[in-house]
């Protein structure tokens, strides 16, 4: 039976157990290594090989390109579910019943409103400040605004913050990019759905009525629930880590939104739809670009391809992909940017350099031609990506505190100067 791994050092052996989680995936558990051995560690940059908690949130399976939360498959949830539901089986545990969405959503509206006082912080911000700055900002000073600390062992006051959360959030979205375009900020209904009123948000103008189109509805609940988890990436661990610390839920959320900007995260959009910009102003040719990608000196990189995890295919770009022709064919935009993007998908498919690394298509590749399509800027691509990923941070915070999660607090392998003396300025 295999339960238990070896390690040899010199002269000496351990011992240490394996770990194994309900879809057998096995984990060597080093908790005792360093007492043990006297001050060995294991060093990971990047954390290629390391589990840094166990989770019952999300599961994915990067070599069959599987993507499962809470044990329900992302295709389903994608085909049959609304955000708001996928939100709540992410946080709690299960899908709701109409029960227990319906108070959910009267729970979360009754939270939405934001301290009006919010609005001098967002006029402080220059026209040119990225909505990601803005965002994080907001979401930190969320804090300052609601001061009273969360106390994590009352699922009352655990619900509480999460219900202001889930309500704040998207006004602060909307009137990010409001504030950006010169529109006056709103609150949208409380009559509308979750993901209608943020499109309400988001849209409407000052002198027209909003009726929403249903197939960008449908599209951006789809966005929304893709984008909702993918357990311990970049910006969930950034939360769980900073959390881990005790530092409130919304202060953490906000490290999570400056590590998800970064273009090798989620600022992964943007970058999708610049890069395809400037293939179609430099001629269309995405043969050049594909050499450029596989040029180790020059350091342009396919946006939208290659994952950390998926080394087959990104299921959610499978959906996204399909979405992205009907959102585009029931709208009617003849949009250049996605030939382009089949173009460079197609011929990297078959490209060894991409075929050997396992370099496909991820979920960014095709969300920024949708996200165009629905006339968000490309500068809030990544802002719309944090808006789906709230509830999944929002889990993953949750979980790290009710499992008592230690502070996260990494080792290194120190490679500096050894010991040496101080020398007055004068004799430097
Ligand atoms: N274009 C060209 N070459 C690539 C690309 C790419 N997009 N991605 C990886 N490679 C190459 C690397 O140069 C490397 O080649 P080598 O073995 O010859 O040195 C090899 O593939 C492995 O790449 P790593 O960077 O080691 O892979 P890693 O798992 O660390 O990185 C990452 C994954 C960051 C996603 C990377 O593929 C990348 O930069 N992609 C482009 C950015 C992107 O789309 N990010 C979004 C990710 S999805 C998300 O966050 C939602």
């Not at 350091?299 to 950390?308: A, I, P, T, V, Y």
């Amino acid at each position: 039976m295999l339960d238990k791994a070896n390690l040899k050092i010199g002269e000496n052996s351990y011992e240490f157990p394996l770990i194994k989680g309900t879809e057998d995936e096995v984990a060597i558990d080093i908790k005792s290594l360093r007492g043990a051995t006297n001050g060995v560690i294991t060093i990971d940059p990047g954390f290629k090989n390391t589990g840094s908690c166990e989770s019952a949130i999300t599961f994915l399976d990067g070599e069959k390109g599987i993507l499962r939360y809470r044990g329900y498959p992302i295709e389903q949830l994608a085909e049959k579910a609304v955000f708001l539901e996928v939100a709540y089986a992410l946080i709690f545990g299960n899908l709701p019943t109409s029960e227990q969405l319906d108070k959910f959503h009267t729970d979360i509206k009754s939270k939405s409103v934001v301290d009006d006082d919010v609005k001098k912080i967002l006029d402080a911000f220059p026209k040119t400040a990225h909505p990601m700055g803005i965002l994080s900002s907001l979401t930190s000073a969320l804090t300052a605004f609601n001061p009273s600390s969360v106390n994590v062992d009352s699922e009352e006051d655990m619900y509480r913050a999460i219900v202001k959360i889930l309500g704040k959030f998207p006004v602060l979205v909307a009137w990010t990019m409001r504030k950006k375009q010169g529109l006056p900020l709103n609150y949208g209904s409380k009559s509308l759905g979750y993901v209608e009123n943020i499109m309400k948000m988001m849209f409407e103008q000052p002198n027209e009525d909003y009726e929403i189109n249903t197939i960008v509805k449908d599209a951006l609940d789809k966005l929304l629930i893709l984008h909702a988890d993918h357990e311990q990436n970049c910006s969930t661990s950034t939360v769980r880590i900073v959390g881990s610390s005790h530092a409130g839920l919304f202060a953490s959320l906000s490290a999570g939104i400056s590590a998800l900007w970064g273009p090798l995260h989620g600022g992964a959009n943007q970058a999708v739809l610049e890069m395809l910009e400037a293939i179609k102003e430099d001629g269309g040719d995405t043969k050049k670009y594909m050499a450029k990608a596989k040029d180790k000196n020059d350091s342009f990189r396919l946006m939208g391809f290659g994952h950390r995890v998926y080394k087959n295919f990104d299921p959610r770009a499978k959906i996204i992909k399909k979405a992205a022709d009907e959102v585009l064919n029931s709208l009617g935009v003849d949009d250049p940017i996605l030939e382009i993007a089949k173009g460079l998908e197609k011929e990297a498919l078959k490209d060894p350099y991409f075929v050997d690394r396992k370099l496909y298509p991820n979920v960014d590749f095709y969300s920024g031609i949708i996200y165009r399509a629905m006339g968000i800027p490309v500068e809030m691509f990544t802002v719309m990506f944090a808006l789906g990923r709230l509830p999944g941070w929002i889990a993953q915070w949750k979980e790290m505190r009710l499992n008592k999660e230690p502070i996260g607090r990494p080792r290194q392998i120190y490679t500096g100067q050894t010991e040496r003396s101080f020398t007055s300025i004068e004799n430097r």
